[in-house]
């Protein structure tokens, strides 16, 4: 089945404990994409990564670090959480999209990430 | 840069009803993509409905349609025949042509009553 996956579902930690929350797709999409979603801001996107070995800052990139050494993993890092980081985080991959094609994107199914 | 807005913060909506949420983007470019997405409370993405700009024809999904309106920079989604699934937050998405970002507005919780 295709899908992409994060784990954890589910994460309370503390203030200053590094934390990373892996994602990982199966249809080996080019482009990834993190975002987080906060009532009354939607989802932004925190870092995006074009193909392996190529990231780059989204809109709220402050206080998270990722990787892409494989095509179907791109996990983001907390190196010390803070509380205003506590939010639900979504995954997404697609194909890259080149000229006036679609490609959908796919979204994990979220992890929710308390920072106390 | 893009900014989508979606002014409604909240709806609610009788079974068997319909009901319309609004959405209004910026943007300077002249092709790109726009969407709506459901998310139930099981926190899922899911893809309701997609709408090419050069295309003039508005988009219909079932008892999903949209509202284009590319000189007013409005998209509209309406929900006909509104069922009890249909509760979920919803959020109109943009995205330019040949790019893979999603640029989103902050969500409409919709309420279903029956």
């Known amino acids: 089945e295709a899908q992409v996956t994060q784990n954890p579902r589910y994460l309370i930690t503390v203030t200053g404990k590094k934390l990373t929350v892996t994602c990982s797709q199966n249809?080996?999409?080019?482009?990834m994409s993190w975002y987080r979603q906060d009532p009354g801001l939607g989802l932004r996107q925190i870092y995006y990564s074009m193909n392996v070995e190529v990231t780059d800052k989204g809109d709220v990139p402050e206080g998270y670090k990722v990787s892409r050494k494989e095509k179907r993993n791109f996990p983001l890092i907390l190196e010390s959480p803070s509380p205003n980081q506590t939010s639900l985080y979504f995954c997404?991959?697609?194909?890259?999209?080149?000229?006036?094609?679609?490609?959908?994107?796919?979204f994990g199914p979220g992890t929710r990430l308390t920072v106390l | 840069a893009q900014t989508v807005t979606q002014s409604q913060p909240e709806m609610s909506v009788q079974e068997a009803e319909t009901v319309t949420l609004s959405c209004t983007y910026d943007t300077s470019e002249s092709d790109y993509y726009l969407f709506w997405y459901k998310q139930p409370p099981s926190r899922q993405m899911i893809l309701v409905i997609r709408q090419e700009a050069y295309k003039q024809q508005n988009a219909t999904e079932n008892r999903f349609s949209v509202n284009f309106q590319k000189a007013a920079k409005s998209f509209s989604l309406k929900i006909s025949d509104s069922q009890l699934g249909d509760a979920a937050m919803y959020f109109c998405?943009?995205?330019?042509?040949?790019?893979?970002?999603?640029?989103f507005g902050e969500g409409t919780q919709l309420t279903v009553n029956p």
């Open positions: 998405a943009y995205k330019r042509v040949g790019g893979s970002r999603l640029t």
């Open positions: 997404a991959s697609s194909p890259r999209t080149s000229g006036i094609g679609y490609n959908e994107q796919f």
């Open positions: 249809m080996n999409h080019e482009y």
